[in-house]
């Protein structure tokens, strides 16, 4: 077998300069230290982790303790330790001891307290003023007490928004390993129509769309693989059942394959033969949606302008209550991530962002489905990271 070209990844490199990024706002913000929870919630648990340290989080969660000056500690359960140094970017690694078991027993591992890991690296703890945390909704409430217990007197700020808006516009290298992550998802979604037919099941062919994105290098899913048919098409968070694929329905399918840490997600209905009007229909309006969309994007736009204009469209088609949530977001370690560009949002589009543009429609008599794209941000408008066709009957 021939071998494979190189594919992209992200080069130790940059991580360093990361961690400077977010030193830099602290000093902005007056913190004196900054905890970045993660675990491995699927979704959106792993992303801190991921980003500052490229380490996927699994079964232990993670903290990254990050001084305003100097490099970054990683602080992990008894059996992440050994992990953490092979995979992560962060050389120093420490068991914390919130992240034991209670039932378990680890006799051969240095477990240490946060006051304790503090003092290792030099942090003058009574001086500590300002904390801030990143993730503070996912962590568990008695590792937050004890973290506070630590530091009393101490004002903890909430920067996950922070976060957020530094890891917003891509790096070359991350833009480059995005663009593979829409190969992998195109490779899957061809995988996924391929195998519809009537009488396989939902789950035979999410099995087909999964080997297919891991054979071309996802290391997981960023949201689970979505085939939903028929009835099973009109909750927004569709899965995949043993429900056999019938004549004249839709199936919708949604991937979001996870690779090096990033994602890609498209989104489209296959139509099995002739599924009635109400569902062509709905799905010219989506597809007129997401075009003026695409040719809306521009950086140093509020995002929610070009939101508007989707919802503006699906208004005209009368599907406005089908609608049902934001559709255009960030993509990066998380799949459905910030800045949402919600009619409530004031977010700013800029060059090299990576926006998924989902227009959602959603618990209809008919069922529902989206079409989902990706685009990355350019100086004079945003290029499309795949050409998976709009249209598709089997």
């Given at each position: 077998?021939?071998?494979?070209p190189?594919?992209?990844?992200?080069p130790?490199?940059?991580?360093p300069?990361?961690?400077t990024?977010?030193q830099?706002?602290?000093?902005?913000?007056?913190?004196?230290?900054?905890l970045a929870y993660?675990d491995?919630?699927a979704?959106?648990?792993?992303?801190?982790?991921?980003?500052l340290?490229?380490?996927?989080?699994?079964f232990?969660?993670v903290?990254i303790?990050?001084?305003?000056?100097?490099?970054?500690?990683?602080?992990?359960?008894?059996?992440?330790?050994?992990?953490?140094?092979?995979?992560?970017?962060?050389?120093?690694v420490?068991?914390?001891r919130?992240?034991?078991?209670?039932?378990?027993?680890?006799p051969?591992?240095t477990?240490?307290?946060?006051?304790?890991?503090?003092?290792?690296?030099?942090?003058d703890?009574?001086?500590?003023?300002r904390?801030?945390?990143?993730?503070q909704?996912?962590?568990?409430?008695?590792v937050?007490?004890?973290?506070?217990a630590?530091?009393?007197?101490?004002?903890?700020?909430?920067?996950?928004?922070?976060?957020?808006d530094?890891?917003?516009?891509?790096?070359?290298a991350?833009?480059e390993?995005?663009r593979?992550?829409?190969?992998?998802a195109?490779?899957?979604?061809q995988?996924g129509?391929?195998a519809?037919?009537?009488?396989?099941?939902e789950?035979?062919?999410?099995?087909e769309?999964?080997?297919?994105?891991?054979?071309?290098?996802?290391?997981?899913?960023?949201?689970?693989?979505?085939?939903?048919?028929?009835?099973?098409?009109?909750?927004?968070?569709?899965?995949?059942?043993?429900r056999s694929?019938?004549?004249?329905?839709?199936?919708?399918l949604?991937?979001?394959?996870?690779?090096?840490?990033?994602?890609?997600?498209?989104?489209?209905?296959?139509?099995?033969?002739d599924?009635g009007?109400a569902?062509?229909?709905?799905?010219?309006?989506a597809?007129?949606?997401q075009?003026?969309?695409?040719?809306?994007?521009h950086p140093?736009?509020?995002?929610?302008e070009?939101?508007?204009?989707?919802r503006?469209?699906?208004?005209?088609?009368?599907l406005?209550?089908?609608?049902?949530?934001?559709?255009?977001?960030?993509?990066?370690v998380?799949?459905?991530?910030?800045?949402?560009?919600?009619?409530s949002s004031?977010?700013i589009?800029?060059k090299?962002m990576?926006?998924?543009i989902?227009?959602p429609?959603?618990?209809?008599?008919w069922?529902?489905?989206?079409?989902e794209?990706?685009?990355?941000?350019?100086?004079?408008?945003?290029?499309?990271?795949?050409?998976?066709?709009?249209?598709?009957?089997?």
């Amino acid at each position: 077998m021939a071998e494979q070209p190189d594919k992209p990844v992200i080069p130790s490199s940059e991580y360093p300069e990361r961690w400077t990024k977010v030193q830099a706002m602290m000093e902005a913000q007056g913190l004196d230290l900054l905890l970045a929870y993660a675990d491995d919630r699927a979704t959106f648990g792993a992303a801190h982790a991921r980003w500052l340290a490229n380490f996927p989080v699994h079964f232990e969660p993670v903290i990254i303790l990050m001084p305003r000056e100097g490099p970054p500690v990683m602080l992990v359960g008894p059996e992440s330790d050994q992990y953490a140094l092979l995979a992560g970017q962060i050389p120093d690694v420490r068991i914390l001891r919130e992240f034991t078991h209670p039932d378990e027993d680890y006799p051969y591992s240095t477990m240490q307290s946060v006051t304790d890991i503090m003092a290792d690296i030099g942090v003058d703890i009574p001086a500590v003023r300002r904390v801030g945390v990143g993730g503070q909704g996912l962590i568990a409430a008695d590792v937050l007490a004890a973290l506070q217990a630590a530091l009393p007197n101490v004002a903890w700020q909430d920067v996950e928004n922070d976060l957020c808006d530094i890891r917003a516009q891509k790096s070359t290298a991350e833009i480059e390993v995005i663009r593979y992550a829409y190969q992998i998802a195109e490779a899957g979604f061809q995988a996924g129509v391929d195998a519809i037919e009537v009488g396989v099941t939902e789950r035979e062919v999410a099995a087909e769309i999964e080997a297919a994105m891991r054979r071309a290098g996802a290391e997981g899913t960023g949201i689970d693989t979505i085939v939903a048919s028929g009835p099973n098409a009109r909750p927004i968070l569709a899965r995949s059942t043993f429900r056999s694929i019938e004549p004249d329905e839709l199936v919708l399918l949604t991937v979001a394959p996870r690779y090096e840490g990033y994602h890609a997600a498209i989104g489209r209905p296959v139509l099995v033969g002739d599924p009635g009007q109400a569902i062509r229909h709905a799905l010219d309006v989506a597809i007129q949606a997401q075009q003026a969309c695409f040719h809306a994007l521009h950086p140093d736009l509020e995002g929610r302008e070009v939101e508007a204009i989707g919802r503006k469209i699906v208004a005209e088609g009368n599907l406005s209550s089908y609608f049902l949530y934001s559709g255009v977001h960030s993509v990066g370690v998380i799949e459905f991530e910030p800045p949402i560009f919600g009619p409530s949002s004031p977010a700013i589009l800029k060059k090299d962002m990576v926006i998924s543009i989902d227009i959602p429609l959603f618990n209809a008599p008919w069922g529902g489905l989206r079409i989902e794209d990706g685009y990355l941000i350019t100086a004079n408008g945003a290029e499309p990271l795949h050409k998976t066709p709009y249209e598709i009957q089997k």
